[in-house]
């Protein structure tokens, strides 16, 4: 199934107040011009509080965030997306279960990150990002060599990345490219059916394809 197919559903655009409260748009252009003038990505400036966050990046609808969220009321839950129907779908979410602890940024994440101040995160999520693995797509890989020193300085010494991936060659390069960074070390990793804990891994455990798990810790 192609990917960008999973982009096409019904979302419907969350009333006003709800989108205040819930989500934040940072442009591309502001991002990309004046990422100086714009408000970082912290708890401070989002929740009002001094705590860290987990960063979902690429969060798409919301689920597993959503999920965390209300499990976890305690710690402050951030999910940064660029796709408007799954923004407003997560926005709708996280009303619905009445959440105080959960914010989606739209923006384009690559741009993103640089705004999220040093050592904001205590917890990563890259969970089943497209797998770029010809050269001509690497560009846009979301798990390259600079988005991995742009995670280790946003997460606390000792913060976890997670990387999820139903992509088994995607999975074994990023696993290399980590462990020959020097700046997370490898502490679990798994490969298992889970029960489909976001949208893109029911499909794929539908199809008999497991997810494979990596867990790191920053050093």
């Not at 989002?46 to 705590?51: D, N, R, T």
């Not at 969060?59 to 407003?88: M, T």
Request: with cysteine.
């Amino acid at each position: 199934m192609a990917r960008l197919k999973l982009q096409r559903f019904r979302a419907s655009e969350p009333p006003d107040d709800v989108q205040a409260r819930y989500i934040r748009v940072y442009k591309g252009r502001d991002l990309h011009d004046h990422p100086g003038t714009l408000p970082p990505i912290s708890a401070e400036t989002l929740f009002g509080v001094s705590a860290p966050l987990v960063l979902d990046l690429g969060c798409g609808r919301g689920e597993f965030l959503v999920e965390q969220a209300g499990a976890n009321p305690d710690r402050y839950f951030v999910g940064v997306e660029w796709h408007i129907k799954s923004v407003w779908d997560a926005a709708n979410r996280a009303h619905a279960a009445k959440l105080d602890n959960v914010r989606i940024v739209r923006a384009d994440l690559r741009l993103a990150l640089p705004i999220v101040p040093d050592g904001a995160a205590a917890e990563m999520l890259l969970l089943f990002p497209p797998p770029k693995l010809a050269p001509g797509e690497r560009k846009d890989d979301l798990l390259n060599e600079a988005m991995l020193h742009q995670m280790h300085r946003v997460l606390l010494p000792g913060g976890l990345l997670h990387f999820v991936t139903d992509h088994a060659a995607y999975f074994a390069a990023k696993r290399a490219l980590i462990e020959a960074g020097g700046l997370f070390a490898v502490q679990g990793e798994s490969s298992a059916f889970e029960g489909g804990l976001t949208r893109f891994q029911r499909i794929w455990e539908a199809m008999g394809i497991a997810s494979q798990r990596l867990e790191c810790r920053r050093l």
